[in-house]
C-alpha cells in the first residue's frame, strides 16, 4: 500500500526516480518539476504496474502529450484486436492509452492490456459499475453507490494510472438540463449514466457527495484524477454554455479539494467548439481550475466532417496547444460513426502527434524540434533513406515515393529531372561554392 502520494512528496521537497526519469525526458530540471508538481500544475502519470513502464509528466512547461483510446463494445467485442490496437497506438507515438471497454469480460480486458503495454493506462471506472449493475440487476439506475466505489478500488490495485471521474455532473445541473435541454443534451457515456442515476433515483452524483472517499482511496493507491467533463458541449451550438461552464466551476473547487489532500488532478474539456472559442476555454480553465494540467477530448471544430473528425480534432488540439492545453485525446476516422480498425487508430495516433508536436515547436523552440532539423537537412541533401527516419510515419513516406517509376533516383517524381534542390545544389558546385 502506498502511504505517502507523489504530490505529497513533491510538496516536501523530495526528489523521487519518477520526477528524475520525467526530467530527463523533457530536458528540464528536477527541481522545476518537483516544484510544479508540489503546485499541480505539472502532474506525473506513475506507470507504477508496468515491468520497465515510464512516468509520463503532463503540464506546465513540457511537452504536449496524446492519449488513445481503445477497448471492446458490445456490437466488436475481440480483446485480441485492441490488443493490437494497443500496440500500434504505441508504436506511433502515443504517451498514454485508456482502457474504454464495455462488452466482453471487463476485469479481463484491462488486465491483459496492462499487460501488454508499458505506457500509463487510464480508465472510466463508471462504465465498468453501471454495465455490471446492468447485467446483475437489469439497469444502470440500479448500480449502488458501493459498486462505483468497489470497482474504483478493483482497477486501482490492478495499477491503473489515472482515472476519469465525472464529479461534476451534479443533481442541480441534471435537473435543470431535463427542463431546459440544450442541442445534444449530454454526449459523455459516463456523464449520461450518472445523469440517468440521479435523475431515477433523485439523488446526488456519488461522485461528488463521497469526493473525500474517492480522494482517500487515491491517496492509498497514488493513481491521478481527471476530472471528467461529463457537460462537454456535443456540437458547437452547445459550445461554452451554461451547462459546460456550471461544470468548470465545481471542477476548480474539487481541484483545490484534491491538491489540499496531495492528490493529483487534471481537467478535462470540450468537445466541440468553434475555433474562436478555443482560447476562451482554456483560460477559464486555467483560471478556475488554477492552472491544473488540461486533456482536452478534441475540440471538434465543425460538424460536417465524419470520416475526417482525426483531422478536425488534430485542427482543434493544435489551437488549443497553442492557447495552454497540455494532453490532447486522439480521435479517429471512425470518430461518430464506430470503433475504429487498426489502421483508424493508427491514423488518429499520427493526427493527433502532428498537432501536439506542432504546439511544442512554437512553445519550446528549437530543443523540440530536433528531428524536424534532421528531417530538413536530409531534404536538402536529398537523403531519401534519413527522411524516412525522421517521418512519424515512415512506411506511408517510403510508399508514396516508390509509388512512381523514377528516372532519376536522387529526386522525386513531383520534378524529376527539374528537381530546384538538385539544380540549385549543381549549379553552386560547378561555382565552387555550397550551400
Ligand atoms: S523533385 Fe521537387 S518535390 Fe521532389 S525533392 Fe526535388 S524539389 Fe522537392
Redesign the pocket.
Known amino acids: 500500500m502506498v502511504v505517502s502520494t507523489i504530490m505529497k512528496a513533491a510538496k516536501n521537497g523530495k526528489i523521487t526516480e519518477e520526477m528524475l526519469l520525467v526530467a530527463k525526458d523533457e530536458k528540464v530540471s528536477v527541481q522545476k518539476i518537483c516544484r510544479r508538481l508540489a503546485k499541480g500544475t505539472v502532474i506525473i502519470l506513475r506507470n507504477a504496474c508496468r515491468k520497465n513502464g515510464h512516468p509520463i509528466g503532463i503540464g506546465r512547461g513540457l511537452r504536449v502529450k496524446v492519449n488513445t483510446n481503445i477497448g471492446t463494445s458490445l456490437d466488436l467485442c475481440d480483446l485480441d484486436l485492441e490488443i493490437k490496437k494497443a500496440e500500434i497506438a504505441v508504436r506511433y507515438g502515443t504517451d498514454t492509452l485508456m482502457d474504454l471497454s464495455t462488452g466482453g469480460n471487463l476485469d479481463e480486458s484491462r488486465r491483459k492490456i496492462l499487460a501488454s503495454v508499458n505506457v500509463p493506462l487510464g480508465t472510466v471506472p463508471i462504465y465498468q459499475a453501471a454495465i455490471e449493475a446492468s447485467r446483475k440487476r437489469g439497469s444502470i439506475v440500479h448500480m449502488t453507490e458501493d459498486d462505483i466505489f468497489n470497482v474504483i478500488e478493483r482497477q486501482a490495485r490492478d495499477g491503473v494510472d489515472f482515472m476519469t471521474v465525472h464529479c461534476g455532473v451534479t443533481l442541480h445541473i441534471v435537473r435543470r438540463l431535463a427542463k431546459h435541454p440544450r442541442l445534444m443534451g449530454i454526449v459523455s457515456r459516463g456523464g449520461t449514466f450518472l445523469a440517468a442515476w440521479m435523475l431515477h433515483n433523485q439523488k446526488e452524483n456519488p461522485l461528488y457527495s463521497n469526493y473525500d472517499y474517492l480522494l482517500e482511496m487515491a491517496s492509498k493507491y497514488d493513481f491521478a484524477l481527471s476530472l471528467g467533463d461529463g457537460l462537454r458541449p456535443g456540437c458547437i451550438f452547445d459550445s461554452t454554455d451554461w451547462y459546460q461552464t456550471q461544470e468548470m466551476l465545481t471542477l476548480g473547487e474539487l481541484v483545490e479539494r484534491a491538491r489540499i489532500a496531495y492528490i493529483q488532478t487534471m481537467v478535462e474539456g470540450p468537445g466541440h467548439l468553434p475555433l474562436n472559442d478555443i482560447q476562451a476555454n482554456v483560460r477559464l480553465e486555467k483560471s478556475i481550475c488554477k492552472e491544473a494540467p488540461f486533456y482536452v477530448l478534441g475540440p471538434i471544430v465543425t460538424e460536417v466532417a465524419p470520416g475526417y473528425d482525426h483531422i478536425v480534432a488534430a485542427i482543434g488540439g493544435t489551437i488549443a496547444g497553442l492557447y495552454g492545453a497540455d494532453f490532447l485525446c486522439y480521435l479517429t476516422p471512425s470518430e461518430h460513426l464506430g470503433l475504429p480498425s487498426l489502421e483508424d487508430v493508427k491514423e488518429g495516433v499520427i493526427a493527433a502527434r502532428i498537432a501536439a508536436h506542432a504546439v511544442d515547436i512554437a512553445k519550446l523552440g528549437k530543443k523540440a524540434a530536433t528531428l524536424d532539423l534532421a528531417m530538413a537537412k536530409a531534404r536538402a541533401n536529398?537523403d531519401w533513406q534519413k527522411q524516412f527516419e525522421c517521418a512519424l510515419d515512415p512506411e506511408k513516406a517510403k510508399k508514396i515515393r516508390d509509388r512512381a517509376n523514377l528516372k532519376t533516383q536522387d529526386?522525386?517524381s513531383?520534378?524529376?529531372q527539374y528537381?530546384?534542390?538538385?539544380i540549385l545544389r549543381n549549379m553552386l558546385r560547378a561555382e565552387g561554392q555550397c550551400l
Open positions: 536529398l529526386t522525386c513531383m520534378c524529376s528537381c530546384a534542390i538538385k
